[in-house]
Every structure is written in structure tokens, then in C-alpha cells.
């Protein structure tokens, strides 16, 4: 017995564009990779735990490999010393893929406008959402996942993302 | 620390200048004296000053009062036993020359050494590793001297590969490459991290293996350095506050309350008693979060994912009382020098003991699924060990040394806030091995529920900020309607409250050990030197003995068992 859309349906056909179907499967998938380092993913922690639940949005299957994601999540502090590491974890995720910047530290440095703290991912990869706050409470993560998922939706899978980004470890 | 002990500190170095501070002794010595006090001071039973707790540098470049000599080397050392602290200060004429290392008397020496050098440029001479260790190694120059521009930044563009450090670890550990070729057996060099979901957070452990087992090991740190020192040296004193929640971020009001008690007891500030009960509901809250999150992370290394839910929804809730009163969750950057940013809403005992209840209903719950589970005991029980005397010299502190077994907690032995009028005891470990950390903790929030308890039982009315307006705000309505408090507020906001010169330590019992301060001040609103003495950065500097020889799953919850936090690692 067919129980999922397939019930409804039978066995007609339907018509769609590729991006609108490919777009509608990876909104509902993301796979986070958390590159989380400081203070801001404690938070992370929480937004993933039930009272949450990321899960309600399809993007709880938090992978610590690089290789199995497509939404990388920075949440904290990235330091001069952190940027090469954080660039090669980008690199090594397959394409498409998406990036969150969580928190002020990641997105501008935050309080911490001094020698060693980059002042903003932006200048190491290339970066599609912020969420401001220090830190941003878990209701913001859910948030910038929806943006996200907006955001997939008006995608082609024809375009490169990114092609022309050149950051300062480039 | 009493008087008697001064003495005696004082009677056994004639001729070198001892004073009291505080109330411990500062003794000032020539670079040539300086290997003769520390041994004395290590060595001689009647001292026995076992725990080497930090060293830093001063740069005096910028520092109204002329001195001898632009750089200067402070060591603070404790005898835990009989609860005596002594800070060493030497003079050094030349950095590049330096001053001889300690490395041999106390291990902890060993990162102390090497961060002093990085921040300060300051040379140890027969150190047996120096080089860079929060800042990354293509830096040039030395961030904390005073001629540093703050906003210098350097780019790294690649990680350092370690080779040399694993290759003379192999070496020290008498394991010898060409035997191994002869058995066909070769060396797998592997890193855990800097990006690695075990190492919760950025922390390089770099590993040569045979097979599983861990031959030798050697760690990296520094990838959350963020520069706390020099930051606040461009902060007023009260500005500090929110640097200090992002320390150690799962405690976080825990070394906001440290901060201020140091400041405070610079500048001569006795709290009010309400003031003070407050601090300990909250130290001891925050305790019990910190072991929570531990513990829960500790558990989830190890499969015990359910332990996760257990534990950490607790602190999910107790979250809706921390925001109540502070207005954030984590960072709650809630004290102020001389009091507190509020005083307890209506009806908060209330929603404490609905905290505390849930919370004992959490702890029992995932102590019923790991007490007696043969899989948790066989994992944890008598692995990664590490001996008393081990963790003295690595300048252990709080539960990680209870684990082994030192009952040194300075709750008991150094008392402040009354705590030697509350009832509770310090739960210590026989054997020094992951079981008896995670115990400890779980003891220890049992311990510290019952504080909560007795101090929301006789926790008096009153004010929560002293009536001194050089050093707390004044009240809105004499900002508005009188010129006095206009200026108060004007000052303090403009300036910062004036700490009169000098340099003093002053330490807090932490989630994870002793917690310091070591101010330089000059008599502005600004601290002209903050150095923070982080527990588990000594800690950190230790992992090596308790994981080589054991497996490479028993190094992973190793790291969870000993409560790494970047932010107060790496500062
Ligand atoms: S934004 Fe704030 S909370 Fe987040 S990592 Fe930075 S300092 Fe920590």
C-alpha cells in the first residue's frame, strides 16, 4: 500500500522544472557542519537539543566530516591562526554548499577588534548569512536555517556559486 | 594565609626583600638569586611550595613610576597544604639573555615558560621546547609588550606540521623508529583536531600510534586566542566584566564574580553580606552547570547519547532562571565592582528550587544508567591515569587534582563569602583515572545543591552594592537632581573606577580549579597589566601523561573528562 505523496497521486505524472525539484530536496536536507569554537556554540548545543529541536527543520544530521555536509555553520571566534583550518574544512565540503556566519565574533570580529582575530569570516570565505548577537539565541539559528532555505529556492543548479571569491588567504 | 607563615616564609630568605600583599608575600630577586629561591621554595619541607601556579611578564615600557628594568618575571607558587602562596618577582635586564627556565623543579613551568616568551619575548634559558604557543608561528613580535600596536594583525596562511615535537616525544618515550621497521611495524602519525567533533573546540592532538595504542603525544593550543590580556588593557576595570563570561563561556558568571572579588579586594571593598550569599547562589548554580555540560559531552564521547538529554535539558531550563535575573543566557556579565548588576526578582527561591529539583531528577536519572553500567566502568576505570605528585607538578587544580586524590580546594582551604560556615565536603577521587573525574563532578553537584540550599535559607536583606560613590554608580535620582552624583556617574562612566597602583594576585575556586587574577595597575581607570591564571590551560599542559601508553578511543574521552574550554584555554 502506497502511504507518501504516491497515495495521492497514483501513478500519473507530474511536470516540474529541475531547479524547482532539486531546489525543494535540498531545502529540507541541509546537513550542518558545525565548525563550532567558542562561546557561540554552546548555543549551537542548544538550538540542536529538544527544547529546539533543529530537527523540525530537516537539518539535524550534524556531520563532523566536511566531506558529508553542505551547510557549514561557524559559530565563534576565528582567529589568525584558526583561518587556514577553517578554509580547508570549506574546501574539502562538495559544492553546493552554503555557509552561516553565527554571532558577532564570526561575522566582524565582535568584541574582539584586536592582532589576532580575523574580523569577519567574509574575508576567508564567503559567507551567506549572518545572525548577529553575542551570542545569538538558538531561535536565531532556526532562523538563519530558514533564510537559508529560502534562499536554495531561488537557486539554478546551472550557476556556480562563488566562483569569483577571492579572500585574503586566497 | 596567617601571619606566623609569613614569618617563616620571610626567616628562610634573609637578605632578599619579602612584603606582605594582600595576604600573601611578594618577594623581589636578582636574576642571579632566582634558581636558588625557587628551589628553596620547592624543595625545603618546611616550605614545600609544590603547586606552581603561573608565571607572566610585566612590561613596565609605558608605567608612570620609572623601574630598574623595562621587562620583569613574576612567579605565583602555592603550598596547598598549609595554605601559603608566595609570588617571586625577578627583574630582567635583558629578554634575549632571559632568566634561567624552572621546567625541572615544576613541569607546569613548560607552557607557563613558552607563553610568557610568546606574549613578552622573554628568553628561558634551557627550556627544553621554546617556542610560540598562542600565537601562531609565522608571528612576528610579541603582542603584550607595550610598543605592540593592538590592532596588528598577521596572517597565517599555513599550520605548523609539529614533525620535529612528535619526532623528540618518540625519542624521550625510548621508542626507537629503526626496531620498529625490523618487526615490519610502522609509526601512524594522526591528528585529532584542530577541527574535530571530539575535541569540543580547537585543540590539536597529534599522535604517533602503534596500531591503536598512543606511543607518544604532543598538543597544540592557541586557536581561540583572542587576545583577553591586551583587550583589556584598554578597558576600564567594570568594561573588563564582559570579557571575563567568555573565558570559560559554561560558567560564565563564575569568572565574572572572580574578576570583581580580585578587584575588589585591591581596592579594600567589603561587600555587603547579601551581596556575598548572592555570589555563592550563583558561583555554586554555575558550578552545577558547568559539571552538567561536562559530564553530558563526556557521556555522548562514549555512546552514551541519552545521558546528553538528560543532563543538558536540565541546563536548557535553568536557562529561563538565568535569563530572568541576568537578561542573557550565557554571557551574563552580572557583576559590577562592589555589588551585583540586580538583586534576585520576586520569588526566585521559588524557581531555584524547581531548578534544583529537576536537576537532581536529571543527575539521578543519567546516574542510574552509568553507575553500574560495565561498559562505562570498563572504559573509564584505571585508564588514563595520573598520580597526585604528576598533577601537583602539571599545576592541576579543582576537580581533575581531587581526582587524584589532593583534597585542595580553596573554598575549604582559603575560604571567602563565609564559605567555611557552609556545610558540604570535597569529593575526592582514589585513583586519578577518567572514573573518578566524572564522579568527582557528579559529587560535586551534589555538594553544591546543598550550598544553594543553606545559603537561600539565611541569606539576609539589605542592600546588594556598598555606599562608595568613587567606585559604584550612584542611584538615578541623584545622577538627575544633584551635581555630586552627576560627577560620580560622569567619572566613573569617563574614567573608570581609580585602582590606586600596585600588583596583587587574587584567585576563585573555578568549575575547573583555581581561577586568577594577576593586576598591574597604575592608578587609572584601566588596568595596566590583566593576566588571567587559567585552570585549565595547566591542565591542557598535562594531557600527554595521561594518555600515552592508552588507546587512541581512551585519549577522546580523556579530553571530555578533563573539561577543556578554548575560551579560557587560549584566552
Ligand atoms: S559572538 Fe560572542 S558568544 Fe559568540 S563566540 Fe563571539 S564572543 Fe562568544
Redesign the interface.
Known amino acids: 500500500m502506497a502511504l507518501g505523496l504516491e497515495a495521492a497521486l497514483g501513478d500519473s505524472v507530474i511536470t516540474t522544472k529541475l531547479d524547482e525539484v532539486v531546489n525543494w530536496g535540498r531545502q529540507y536536507s541541509l546537513w550542518p557542519m558545525v565548525?563550532?569554537?567558542?562561546?557561540c556554540?554552546?548555543?549551537f548545543?542548544?538550538a540542536a537539543?529538544?527544547?529546539h529541536d533543529i530537527s523540525r527543520f530537516g537539518a539535524e544530521v550534524v556531520r563532523?566530516s566536511p566531506r558529508q555536509a553542505d551547510l557549514m555553520l561557524v559559530c565563534?571566534?576565528i582567529?589568525?591562526?584558526?583561518?587556514?583550518?577553517?578554509k580547508r574544512?570549506y574546501e574539502q565540503m562538495p559544492e553546493p554548499k552554503w555557509v552561516v556566519a553565527m554571532g558577532a565574533?564570526a561575522s566582524s570580529g565582535g568584541?574582539?577588534?584586536?592582532?589576532?582575530?580575523?574580523?569577519g569570516i567574509h574575508t576567508i570565505i564567503p559567507v551567506d548569512v549572518y545572525i548577529s548577537g553575542?551570542?545569538p539565541?538558538p531561535e536565531a539559528v532556526l532562523d538563519a536555517l530558514i533564510k537559508i532555505q529560502e534562499k536554495i529556492q531561488t537557486e539554478s543548479v546551472l550557476v556556480d556559486r562563488h566562483k569569483e571569491y577571492r579572500g585574503?588567504?586566497d | 594565609m596567617k601571619a606566623t607563615a609569613i614569618e617563616k616564609i620571610c626567616s628562610k630568605f634573609p637578605g632578599i626583600a619579602c612584603r606582605e600583599v594582600l595576604n600573601y608575600v611578594e618577594m623581589t630577586v636578582q636574576p642571579e638569586q632566582l634558581e636558588e629561591t625557587l628551589s628553596r621554595l620547592k624543595l625545603y619541607p618546611e616550605l614545600n611550595f609544590g603547586l606552581l601556579l603561573d608565571i607572566t611578564g610585566i612590561d613596565y615600557l609605558e608605567y608612570p613610576v620609572a623601574q630598574d628594568c623595562r621587562f620583569a618575571v613574576v612567579y605565583t607558587i602555592r603550598n596547598w597544604r598549609d595554605n601559603m602562596l608566595v609570588q617571586v618577582k625577578v627583574p630582567v635586564p635583558d629578554p634575549d639573555k632571559g632568566v634561567p627556565t624552572c621546567t625541572h623543579l615544576w613541569s607546569s613551568a613548560n607552557w607557563a615558560e613558552r607563553e610568557v616568551y610568546d606574549q613578552y619575548g622573554i628568553n628561558f634559558i634551557g627550556h627544553p621546547d621554546l617556542r610560540r604557543i598562542?600565537?601562531?608561528w609565522q608571528f612576528k613580535g610579541h603582542?603584550l609588550r607595550k610598543d605592540?600596536?593592538?590592532?596588528?594583525?598577521?596572517?597565517?596562511?599555513?599550520?605548523y606540521s609539529m614533525e620535529n615535537e612528535i619526532k623528540n616525544r618518540l625519542l624521550a618515550n625510548g621508542v626507537d623508529e629503526t626496531t620498529m621497521k625490523d618487526i615490519n611495524t610502522e609509526i601512524m602519525f594522526l591528528n585529532l583536531g584542530?577541527?574535530?567533533?571530539a575535541t569540543h573546540?580547537?585543540i590539536r592532538i597529534f599522535t604517533a600510534l602503534d596500531g591503536e595504542s598512543i606511543l607518544a603525544n604532543v598538543n597544540e593550543i592557541?586557536?581561540?586566542?583572542?587576545?583577553f590580556e591586551?583587550?583589556a588593557e584598554n578597558r576600564t576595570y567594570n568594561q573588563v566584566i564582559?570579557?571575563t563570561?567568555?573565558l570559560n563561556?559554561?560558567s560564565a558568571m563564575m569568572n565574572n564574580i572572580a574578576y570583581v572579588k580580585a578587584v575588589e579586594s585591591w581596592l579594600g571593598i567589603e561587600i555587603t553580606e547579601r551581596c556575598k550569599f548572592m555570589r555563592v547562589v550563583m558561583s555554586e548554580f554555575f558550578r552545577v552547570q558547568d559539571h552538567l555540560?561536562c559530564i553530558a559531552a563526556n557521556l555522548v564521547d562514549m555512546g552514551g547519547l541519552t545521558n546528553?538529554?538528560y543532563l543538558?535539558?536540565e541546563k536548557?531550563?535553568s536557562?529561563d532562571l538565568i535569563s530572568r535575573l541576568t537578561g542573557a543566557?550565557?554571557?551574563s556579565s552580572f557583576t559590577r565592582i562592589g555589588g551585583m548588576y540586580r538583586d534576585f526578582y520576586d520569588g526566585w527561591e521559588h524557581d531555584m528550587e524547581v531548578q534544583l529539583k529537576a536537576i537532581e531528577k536529571g543527575v539521578s536519572d543519567s546516574l542510574a544508567l552509568v553507575l553500574k553500567n560495565r561498559i562505562v566502568h570498563d572504559r573509564t576505570q584505571g585508564t588514563c591515569k595520573l598520580s597526585a605528585e604528576t598533577a601537583l607538578s602539571y599545576g592541576f587544580t579543582g576537580p581533575c587534582l581531587r581526582a587524584s586524590g589532593v583534597p585542595f580546594d580553596l573554598r575549604k582551604d582559603n575560604p571567602y563569602y563565609n564559605y567555611e560556615s557552609f556545610d558540604f565536603n570535597v569529593p575526592v577521587g582514589s585513583t586519578g583515572d577518567i572514573y573518578d573525574r566524572i564522579m568527582v563532578r557528579f559529587e560535586e553537584i551534589f555538594e553544591s545543591i546543598k550550598i544553594i540550599r543553606q545559603a537561600m535559607k539565611h541569606i539576609p536583606d539589605g542592600p546588594i552594592f556598598v555606599k562608595d560613590h568613587n567606585a559604584v554608580l550612584p542611584p538615578k535620582s541623584e545622577v538627575y537632581n544633584n551635581i555630586e552624583g552627576l560627577a560620580n556617574h560622569f567619572k566613573l562612566i569617563f574614567e573608570g573606577v581609580k585602582v590606586p597602583s600596585g600588583e596583587w594576585y587574587d584567585s576563585f575556586e573555578a568549575a575547573n580549579g583555581e581561577l586568577g587574577f594577576h593586576f598591574v595597575a597604575d592608578g587609572s581607570g584601566k588596568p595596566y597589566k590583566l593576566k588571567v591564571r587559567p585552570p585549565c590551560f595547566y591542565i591542557m599542559g598535562g594531557f600527554h601523561e595521561m594518555v600515552e601508553g592508552e588507546m587512541i578511543a581512551d585519549a577522546v574521552i580523556n579530553l571530555g573528562s578533563i573539561n577543556i574550554i578554548?575560551?579560557e584555554l587560549d584566552r
Not at chain 1, 565548525?35 to 562561546?39: D, L, S
Not at chain 2, 584542530?194 to 567533533?197: F, I, K, Q, R, V
Request: contains cysteine; glycine residues 8%; hydrophobic residues 30%.
Open positions: 565548525f563550532g569554537t567558542a562561546c556554540a554552546i548555543e548545543m542548544s537539543a529538544s527544547q563532523f565563534g571566534t582567529s589568525y591562526k584558526q583561518a587556514p583550518i577553517l574544512i565574533c568584541i574582539y577588534d584586536n592582532y589576532c582575530t580575523v574580523q553575542c551570542p539565541r585574503i588567504l | 598562542l600565537n601562531h603582542p605592540y600596536d593592538i590592532f596588528k594583525g598577521q596572517v597565517c596562511y599555513d599550520s584542530p577541527s574535530h567533533p573546540g580547537a592557541g586557536y581561540l586566542h583572542r587576545g591586551k583587550t564582559p570579557l563570561d567568555r563561556y559554561c555540560v546528553y538529554w543538558y535539558n536548557e531550563a536557562y543566557r550565557l554571557t578554548g575560551g
